[in-house]
């Protein structure tokens, strides 16, 4: 096979045994717009020799680096119309934003706190903290949880996510969005400094919190889609199908996971503390 440029192509099959990535890590790192191949009229994917050298640069920065997908497509620069790098493309429907590690260290150099002192304060190790503090995956929506009440920031702000702008009318293609790695996603429905903080958040199947969290507020949950499960700890435990609904103060220590099926919800925290 040839490349439109006329450089040698590769199948899906060629490039996951020379760079040693299973094909569907290939596709996923393909929707995460972290590479992209060309296509034959049949829709076979064919790789270039640069595409190839991209996908070893990315498993260098996944694996030995363990920077989540933002941070690599920061590292590695946009991907142009043809698939290089650095050319101008189309921005991604929804916007997706990052918890850099580099913010994480600033925030606790800010608020005067060793890593020593976050340990304490939120229970997470001293060894986790600091890997994430280097860029490092692994954060779950209840550790960031911990650490943007131990810095007295919101979630949103350790994203950086940007939605200072108040605007009455935000459409579902322009959405902010949060994504952990284990694929938990919040889109945010409100810009600007409101009483209350709704979100749209997709959880994949099996996918959740990924342990307890509290913060001062309360709670709203409306599932639109798939089973979702709440632990509200002495309150006890709670199912909610599609068109269920669930309120809670948000000092209850609380947790929440998908069942066998992506779960699709409408999230609402006042204030916005999230």
């Not at 829709?43 to 989540?68: A, F, H, M, P, T």
């Amino acid at each position: 096979m040839a490349t439109k440029e006329g450089s040698v192509g590769f199948s899906i099959g060629e490039v996951s045994r020379s760079v040693g990535l299973a094909p569907q890590t290939l596709r996923l790192w393909e929707r995460e717009q972290l590479v992209r191949p060309e296509r034959t009229k049949r829709g076979y994917r064919v790789y270039s020799e640069s595409d190839v050298e991209r996908l070893r640069k990315i498993k260098q920065l996944r694996k030995s680096e363990g920077l989540n997908f933002a941070a690599i497509r920061k590292v590695m620069g946009p991907l142009g119309r043809d698939g290089s790098e650095n050319g101008s493309h189309a921005s991604p429907a929804v916007q997706e934003v990052g918890a850099p590690g580099e913010k994480l260290r600033r925030l606790r150099m800010k608020a005067h706190k060793t890593l020593k002192e976050v340990a304490e304060a939120t229970g997470l190790s001293i060894s986790f903290i600091s890997a994430l503090e280097r860029g490092g995956s692994g954060a779950s929506v209840a550790s960031l949880r911990l650490l943007s009440n131990a810095y007295g920031v919101t979630t949103r702000e350790l994203f950086g996510a940007d939605l200072a702008q108040k605007e009455p009318l935000i459409r579902a293609s322009d959405r902010p969005a949060m994504t952990w790695d284990n694929g938990v996603r919040f889109e945010e429905m409100a810009c600007g400094d409101n009483a209350m903080d709704p979100s749209y958040i997709k959880i994949p199947a099996g996918a959740g919190s990924e342990g307890f969290y509290s913060h001062e507020g309360e709670e709203f949950v409306y599932v639109i889609k798939g089973v979702m499960h709440f632990d509200l700890g002495d309150q006890g435990r709670y199912t909610l199908k599609s068109g269920d609904t669930l309120y809670f103060h948000s000092t209850t220590p609380h947790r929440w996971w998908a069942d066998d099926e992506p779960v699709e919800a409408i999230y609402v925290n006042t204030p916005p503390t999230f």
